[in-house]
């Protein structure tokens, strides 16, 4: 049998055909070298989450699932446990971002209103930004109080309670609950601030309602502003020999309508009638850019702006403010090729009965990733050494966009991360039922995505 030998070409021989093959041994070898390369990837990273997370003392035993996905191969680097179930807390607002950036358009809804030669008819839409201290425009305030023709209220159909489901119903008077409304005044929350015998509350409102207690002494885990549970009644513990100052938010109960109509009077100074039904042909009056309150909702995990945005989604889609309705939409529509449906019951992660897999927000967080551009979408998410990341991170400048999310009992971080070699990869860390603090959590999952960022 004659065998047939593979023709070799000399250099002095065939100089063309010699190169093109060179080139193609080339190219076949840097091909397996890049091969191996992504193949030993998921194989470090899986020891990196083993070292650095999954048997670190106080999270061994949690509940504990990682995704880490590559957008731009369509391939998943790690997934441990990344189809279970977690409650996510405050990463619940990447879904809320989501759906606002989807929905709202490039404005907020300040209200809807209708007007003729002697009135004008004005509608809630639940935008936070109304008086709000952090948003120096006001539109919607200017043209009421410029107009002189008699402002009537119309009542809008509103869902919501004052609290999201599965709420701690004890942490009515703290700073990050603050209640849910149809048209929000100030944030919905007192703004007291104590200096001796001194002290100061907006709005002016509810400075009638206050009351004065003085403390001998005071640790540094008292509470010096508080509210009664069922009154707008603010009791205020002072030290006279203290000169330092005090600043505090106390959340006010927003009350009925009737409630409403009276802090509304009184900031435009004059009076606001209630009307028993809608005017029909209401147009929409736009107030801030929306990202200017995306972004302080993200950087500082603001509660009531994640709620007020869902609702502020759903006037806008239905004249009917009610979160369940926004989230079933998001769930059947652009949200129902997620790996895993999620449990969403509110805006900002508050409630426990959220339930979430790592996977789903990596799916999000991908979906974002191809429809924002960068320059719009990272400046949203806190980074490192900003925001809720400010003591997180710091060796990863504009490398890391996330989002943290902390209960007790429960730490979340999920986001986007840019390698040493520039490749973009979008993760999800969610630790549930760990027996140690949110802080050996955080340093255990930071050390492990610098790994992952300065290795790849």
């Known amino acids: 049998m004659h065998m047939q030998r593979r023709r070799v070409f000399r250099k002095t021989e065939h100089p063309f055909l010699y190169l093109t093959a060179m080139r193609s041994y080339l190219c076949a070898f ?145 700073y990050y609950q603050p209640e849910l409304n149809e048209w929000p005044m100030y944030g919905n929350v007192t703004r007291i601030n104590i200096k001796g015998r001194q002290y100061s509350i907006t709005p002016a409102y509810f400075a009638r309602s ?73 147009r929409l009056m736009k107030s801030i850019p929306a990202d200017t309150l995306f972004q302080p909702m993200m950087h500082r995990s603001d509660n009531f702006f994640a709620e007020q945005i869902l609702m502020m989604c759903s006037a806008v889609k239905w004249d009917t403010i009610d979160t369940r309705k926004v989230i079933r939409y998001m769930l059947d529509s652009t949200l129902k090729d997620l790996p895993t449906p999620p449990s969403w019951v509110d805006g900002s992660g508050l409630s426990r009965y959220n339930l979430f897999t790592p996977a789903d927000f990596v799916g999000v967080l991908h979906k974002m990733y191809k429809t924002y551009p960068k320059e719009r979408l990272y400046p949203l998410f806190p980074s490192g050494g900003k925001g809720t990341l400010r003591n997180y991170y710091q060796a990863l400048p504009g490398r890391l966009y996330a989002k943290t999310g902390t209960l007790s009992g429960c730490v979340a971080l999920s986001g986007y991360l840019i390698t040493r070699s520039g490749k973009t990869l979008i993760f999800s860390v969610l630790v549930n039922n760990h027996d140690t603090t949110s802080t050996v959590v955080r340093r255990a999952v930071e050390k492990f995505l610098v790994r992952v960022a300065n290795g790849s």
């Open 210 to 282: 206050a009351s004065l207690q003085f403390l001998p002494e005071r640790s540094a885990d008292d509470v010096l502003a508080d509210r009664d549970e069922r009154e707008n009644h603010f009791i205020l513990y002072m030290r006279p020999n203290d000169a330092s100052s005090h600043d505090f938010e106390v959340p006010f109960i927003t009350g009925n309508r009737d409630q409403l109509l009276l802090r509304l009077a009184d900031t435009l100074h004059k009076p606001v009638g209630l009307l028993p039904a809608a005017v029909a042909g209401g």
């Open 30 to 174: 840097i091909a397996l070298l890049f091969y191996q390369a992504a193949a030993a990837q998921p194989k470090a990273i899986r020891q990196w989450a083993s070292q650095d997370v999954l048997n670190v003392k106080g999270i061994s035993n949690a509940h504990t699932g990682i995704c880490i996905f590559d957008p731009a191969t369509g391939k998943y680097w790690l997934q441990h446990q990344a189809d279970k179930f977690f409650m996510p807390a405050s990463n619940t607002k990447i879904f809320t971002l989501f759906t606002g950036l989807q929905l709202l358009g490039d404005s907020l809804p300040g209200m809807r209103y209708a007007e003729n030669d002697t009135a004008v008819f004005i509608q809630a839409t639940a935008d936070p930004s109304f008086l709000h201290p952090d948003f120096a425009y006001q539109p919607v305030k200017d043209f009421l109080t410029a107009t002189d023709k008699r402002v009537w209220y119309q009542p809008v159909t509103i869902r919501n309670k004052r609290f999201g489901p599965g709420w701690a119903w004890s942490d009515y008077a703290d």
